[in-house]
């Protein structure tokens, strides 16, 4: 029997001008990542699944892939299988089962690597990467199980400087993308933490801000569920609502908060990091709001959080996040290493851009120009000025069979191709060839030599 051909649920096939738009954005992310000064890193697909368990949250860590060990088929192994089996479905672990699994993202890797390799790291270590990682999400509109992240991290620096590079790092990137209208999102952890204080219950800190979290996808009536599960009383939900519900300018927000939280040691400390955080762009004109609302479940953030959202022509969620932790690579028994770091979706940041229409055109040109094909002869000739232009930087098409020009142009055209070189039996005699414009039409008789440093 023959296999259909599919791919997984939740992954794609990129066809060639899809990784050429892709291409652009790396290549854009990566041009100010390096203007920044952040080096490259990269870490394997495979992590142990004891790196990544327990660093995500509750909701996280459900969306991990395992991947089974090898062997469990083996006859003298069966029994043990099926009986650790069973704990996987009772919803726990079994190394016997499986023991690595796909990296759910790019900062507790590093964390890992830098706790691997801090006696040899140059602090601070700025670093970025651009790979891809994978989660057994549901698959929607913006949300994939395998998708590519580009994140930039500053290891070993507890400064809020850093926080305002990100910010403007952000800015950069999606001025370069033509991405103007988007709008970057930032609040504290430690201002929420402020807000389980005030209302007593500091314990409920992650299922408070997992349950805020939700607010823009779900709703409040999900929240306030949620919230009400988590044992909170009506007149503490109450407080949630007001907390999320503050707006108006970064001074009038901090006010808010400050009246809110009066007592807070917490709330307090971070907004003297908001208040930090602002005072280094206070010169510089960027979209940064102050929003009480922003929660990023993620447990491992301690200080700042981002949140990069789309231009609101389009319907999207979150293009890119991140924020400050301070206790990350004490997960891995290396203490006292502060970082800070954002993160951008790839995926998300190219179905926008799609939607509105902002790659260049230039990105479907598969050549600069096309030899066409009038016979062996003649191919041997433009084979031999095709390799001369190639080794000039060009890039150079030749089309492999002598057919009728009009199927020949019709190819150059799909391909968007602008030049086009025609050199028939009359142009070897003379050495030259005629070079048309597919754009605009216009052609003309160029010599061997005018071509080969002909400006294409």
């Known amino acids: 029997m023959t296999t259909p051909p599919s791919i997984p649920q939740g992954t794609r096939d990129f066809g060639p001008d899809i990784v050429c738009k892709r291409n652009f954005i790396f290549q854009t992310i990566k041009r100010f990542?390096?203007?920044?000064?952040f080096q490259p890193l990269e870490t394997p697909a495979l992590e142990h699944l004891d790196t990544l368990m327990g660093k995500y949250g509750d909701e996280g860590d459900k969306l991990i892939f395992k991947i089974l060990n090898n062997g469990l088929d083996h006859p003298e192994k069966q029994q043990k299988a099926r009986e650790e089996f069973e704990k996987i479905l009772q919803g726990k672990n079994s190394s016997f089962i499986t023991e690595r699994a796909l990296k759910y993202d790019l900062t507790i890797p590093l964390?890992?690597?830098v706790a691997m390799n801090h006696q040899r790291i140059t602090f601070p270590f700025k670093r970025f990467q651009i790979q891809p990682v994978w989660r057994a999400d549901r698959p929607q509109k913006g949300r994939y199980r395998e998708f590519w992240q580009c994140d930039a991290d500053i290891v070993g620096s507890r400064s809020s400087l850093h926080e305002a590079e990100l910010a403007l790092l952000c800015h950069d990137v999606f001025t370069g993308l033509g991405l103007k209208n988007y709008s970057l999102r930032v609040n504290h952890r430690k201002i929420l933490a402020g807000l389980c204080e005030t209302m007593g219950c500091s314990e409920k800190l992650t299922q408070i801000t997992t349950a805020i979290d939700k607010l823009e996808k779900a709703g409040w009536e999900k929240v306030s569920a949620e919230l009400q599960k988590a044992g909170l009383l009506p007149q503490q939900t109450d407080t949630v609502r007001q907390f999320i519900s503050i707006t108006g300018t970064t001074e009038e927000v901090i006010k808010q908060l400050q009246d809110l939280m009066p007592h807070s040691y917490e709330a307090a400390a971070g907004i003297e990091d908001i208040k930090s955080f602002f005072s280094w762009l206070k010169n510089i004109t960027i979209p940064v709001v102050l929003d009480p609302s922003l929660a990023r479940g993620l447990d491992y953030y301690t200080g700042i959080i981002f949140e990069i959202k789309a231009p609101?022509?389009?319907?999207?969620?979150?293009?890119?996040?991140?924020?400050?932790?301070?206790?990350l690579t004490g997960l891995f028994g290396v203490t006292g290493i502060s970082g800070v770091g954002i993160s951008f979706?790839?995926?998300?940041?190219f179905?926008?851009?799609?939607e509105l229409s902002l790659f260049p055109d230039s990105l479907n040109e598969t050549a600069k120009l096309i030899f066409f094909n009038l016979g062996i002869t003649e191919t041997e000739v433009t084979f031999s000025l095709a390799r001369e232009l190639r080794n000039k930087g060009n890039s150079v098409d030749i089309y492999p069979d002598k057919v009728k020009l009009d199927k020949q142009f019709r190819y150059a055209e799909k391909k968007n191709i602008q030049w086009a070189v025609i050199i028939g039996e009359e142009e070897i005699k003379t050495h030259t060839a005629k070079l048309k414009n597919l754009k605009t039409g216009v052609q003309q008789t160029l010599t061997f030599t005018e071509l080969l440093n002909f400006s294409f």
């Not at 990542?33 to 000064?37: R, S």
């Not at 609101?312 to 206790?327: A, I, Q, T």
């Not at 979706?345 to 940041?349: N, P, V």
Request: no cysteine; charged share 30%.
């Open 33 to 37: 990542f390096e203007l920044y000064a």
């Open 111 to 113: 964390a890992r690597y």
């Open 312 to 327: 609101p022509e389009v319907k999207m969620g979150s293009l890119g996040g991140g924020g400050r932790y301070d206790n």
């Open 345 to 349: 979706g790839i995926d998300r940041i």
């Open 351 to 354: 179905d926008v851009m799609e």
